[in-house]
Nanobody, 119 residues
Framework: QVQLVESGGGLVQPGGSLRLSCVAS????????MGWYRQAPGKQRELVAT???????NYADSVKGRFTISTDDAKNTMYLQMNSLKPEDTAVYSC?????????????WGQGTQVTVSS
């Protein structure tokens, strides 16, 4: 079992910055695939950014150049640095961790943290 706890959300003005954190605990593997997803009211959940234990990253076109995903393996923590925030970035942001055990894939989700971009 893996537990994920996000923090760092809040209210910020357009153009501002926030850093989200996701702390993982439980049965952790050194090999992982993690990511941030977001869901705005009335919309489907969408991928924001992903990172692998090998350091490869991927971003949604809408956040490229503004958001940066990173991890600190010593702290079992994943971050999402969000700069130049826009009102359309308003959503509940959730972290995700996927692990592979043999041929079985396990997906774990955090409870989410609200990000509101408004003046």
């Amino acid at each position: 079992q893996v537990q994920l706890v996000e923090s760092g959300g809040g209210l910020v003005q357009p153009g501002g910055s926030l850093r989200l954190s996701c702390v993982a605990s439980g049965s952790l593997s050194s090999i992982y695939y993690m990511g941030w997803y977001r869901q705005a009211p009335g919309k489907q959940r969408e991928l924001v950014a992903t990172i692998t234990s090998g350091g490869s990253t991927n971003y949604a076109d809408s956040v490229k150049g503004r958001f940066t995903i990173s991890t600190d393996d010593a702290k079992n923590t994943m971050y999402l640095q969000m700069n130049s925030l826009k009102p359309e970035d308003t959503a509940v942001y959730s972290c995700h961790r996927r692990i592979l055990s043999g041929t079985v894939i396990y997906d774990y989700w955090g409870q989410g943290t609200q990000v509101t971009v408004s003046s």
